[in-house]
């Protein structure tokens, strides 16, 4: 989740803020990674992360999977499950990230080639780490989903 609103998106057509919760780590972490989030002018495509805000109101940021129709299927970096969100709910894309308090931040643009390395490899992985989530579960005691 993001920690800003809408409006500031809407009036200056890009918002930085910082990240609130753990749904897009290792690439972002809790309240100590910012984001710089342009309004949506073009569609967005599969690897771009995105704005885009919940039934229950909530702004949430995570990585475009692929489309069915005019339905994104979106999920964090953290998250073993996809979320169906309508195109018509999405109202930005990432730009660029900060990492680490503010003396020793660099940004990371969504167009280097060390981030788009990160993007393949870690949707790459991703069976692998969909399993070892599952067998952790099994292993804490508790049932897979």
């Not at 995570?62 to 195109?87: C, K």
């Amino acid at each position: 989740m993001i920690t800003t609103s809408l409006a500031e998106l809407e009036r200056s057509g890009f918002i930085l803020t910082t990240i609130k919760g753990t749904s897009m780590r290792p690439l972002l972490r809790s309240y100590t990674s910012q984001v710089m989030i342009e309004k949506l002018s073009e569609s967005p495509k599969p690897g771009d992360v995105v704005l885009y805000t919940r039934a229950d109101g909530a702004l949430v940021l995570h990585r475009i999977i692929s489309f069915d129709g005019d339905v994104a299927l979106i999920r964090g970096d953290n998250t073993y499950f996809l979320e169906r969100v309508p195109a018509s709910d999405i109202k930005g894309v990432a730009k660029s990230f900060w990492r680490g308090n503010s003396e020793s931040s660099r940004e990371i643009s969504v167009d280097s080639r060390s981030y788009k390395l990160y993007v393949r490899l870690w949707n790459l992985i991703y069976p692998i780490r969909k399993l070892c989530f599952k067998v952790r579960r099994v292993l804490r005691g508790t049932k897979c989903v």
